[in-house]
C-alpha cells in the first residue's frame, strides 16, 4: 500500500478507510468507461489526504510541476 510511505502524497477528501482500485477503457476518442475492479480496507483508520481539495487530477498536476 502507498499510504504513509515517504515521497507519496494523496489529494482528495478524507474517506472512511476505503479504497477503490478502478481499470479505464477507452471506447472511443470521446468516451472512456472506468470499472471499479477491486477494493481495499485500510483497517487501521480513516485515511487523510495530505492535500485536502475538491480538484485533486488538477492539484496534483500542479502540486507535480512545482517539484521540478
Partial sequence: MFYGKPNIK???E???GALSINEGHKINDNL????TTDKKIHYD???Y???ETNNPIK?????IL???
Fill in 59 to 63: 492539484d496534483a498536476i500542479d502540486w
Fill in 49 to 51: 489526504p495530505d492535500y
Fill in 66 to 68: 512545482k517539484q521540478s
Fill in 10 to 12: 494523496f489529494f482528495g
Fill in 45 to 47: 483508520e480513516k485515511l
Fill in 32 to 35: 472512456e468507461l472506468i470499472i
Fill in 14 to 16: 478524507p474517506t472512511g
